[in-house]
């Protein structure tokens, strides 16, 4: 297979790995980020404390994070398609791909939030801040690069998922690879997959770790000070 025949396949198969990708993050950021919250408030000892709600929680989250996403995918079919009306190509893969990542990542968040100095929250709370000013002013912002670098290991974990997909006829750089490159015997076009795919993981994750960096030594400059003056000006 030439270059000229192999550029099209490659660059439509990049859009599509991109656009799966993209969306996933969306969804497992905005179903993770409350979720894991959730787990640190309801624990022992947390704002709002509810051990029974803590357990079923995180059981649910375990059980989702135990599967192996092919067997994720299959499970996920009959849901797929009442969403999508197909299970193949790249919106059926979204499904199963967000599925896979909420639970992932909102075990990082919860880790990510456990960091924020306890000190802080009993600050706000003597301020008279309640729960949604102490998640809103201290929890999130306190643990914003943690949580980038935890979206960052979404984003490369989602990236391995989606070839994965590609294997059941998802599209995107999995499905050529598997198509071309294996069945077919095009192993050049597999390894230019293969390569493509190591270029965009390492610019991710150069991205994420010098954003989470820049925004630890932003807060480290800061110190505690500032900021208990800043939440009780915004109080």
Not at 35 to 50: A, F, K, P
Request: overall charge positive.
């Amino acid at each position: 297979m030439t270059w000229s025949e192999m550029q099209p396949l490659l660059e439509q198969a990049c859009w599509d790995t991109l656009y799966m990708v993209g969306w996933s993050t969306l969804i497992a950021v905005a179903g993770g980020l409350p979720l894991g919250i959730l787990l640190v408030l309801t624990d022992r000892g947390g704002l709002l404390q509810n051990l029974a709600a803590n357990k079923v929680i995180g059981q649910v989250v375990n059980i989702a994070r135990s599967l192996p996403f092919i067997i994720l995918m299959v499970a996920l079919m009959g849901f797929t398609r009442s969403i999508t009306g197909t299970t193949i190509g790249v919106e059926a893969a979204i499904v199963p791909l967000a599925v896979g990542a909420i639970p992932f990542f909102a075990r990082l968040v919860e880790t990510a939030v456990r960091e924020v100095d306890h000190g802080l929250v009993e600050a706000v709370q003597s301020m008279g801040g309640n729960t949604w000013t102490i998640v809103r002013k201290v929890l999130v912002p306190e643990s914003l690069p943690s949580l980038i670098s935890s979206t960052t290991t979404t984003i490369v974990a989602l990236i391995g998922y989606s070839a994965m997909a590609g294997t059941v006829g998802a599209g995107g750089l999995g499905d050529i690879a598997i198509r071309y490159g294996y069945q077919r015997f095009e192993t050049q076009l597999m390894w230019i997959t293969v390569a493509i795919l190591a270029v965009v993981i390492s610019v991710i994750q150069f991205a994420g770790d010098y954003a989470a960096r820049s925004l630890h030594r932003r807060g480290a400059h800061s110190g505690p000070a500032p900021k208990l003056r800043l939440l009780k000006a915004a109080s």
